[in-house]
Nanobody, 120 residues
Framework: QVQLVESGGGLVQAGGSLRLSCAAS????????MAWFRQAPGKEREFVAR????????YYSDSVKGRFTISRDNAKNTVLLQMNSLKPEDTAVYYC?????????????WGQGTQVTVSS
């Protein structure tokens, strides 16, 4: 059974930092994209960042580029999201997701989410 378990969310002041973790288990993700999405109250879920598990190639949304960094720890089967220079508009539930493979057009596996709240 595939499991993605997020942790690291919390309350932080604007300009602060948080690091989110996503522990992945239940299958091999060597040919998967791992990603972070977020959903703010009253808004649709939006893409934040993506990384290819094997090569480590990354891609970011314009709203977080230069402030957030996605990475993975192969030994621990964990994906990280380092969030710096946080803004109140970054407040959302953050979700970890994984694709079945590099050819998949959607993300098949999702975590339960972790709340990030940025106060002004």
């Amino acid at each position: 059974q595939v499991q993605l378990v997020e942790s690291g969310g919390g309350l932080v002041q604007a300009g602060g930092s948080l690091r989110l973790s996503c522990a992945a288990s239940g299958r091999t993700f060597s040919d998967s994209f791992m990603a972070w999405f977020r959903q703010a109250p009253g808004k649709e879920r939006e893409f934040v960042a993506r990384i290819s598990w094997s090569a480590g190639n990354t891609y970011y949304s314009d709203s977080v580029k230069g402030r957030f960094t996605i990475s993975r720890d192969n030994a621990k089967n964990t994906v990280l999201l380092q969030m710096n220079s946080l803004k109140p508009e970054d407040t959302a539930v953050y979700y970890c997701a994984a694709s079945r493979n590099y050819l998949a057009s959607t993300f098949a596996y999702w975590g339960q989410g972790t709340q990030v709240t940025v106060s002004s």
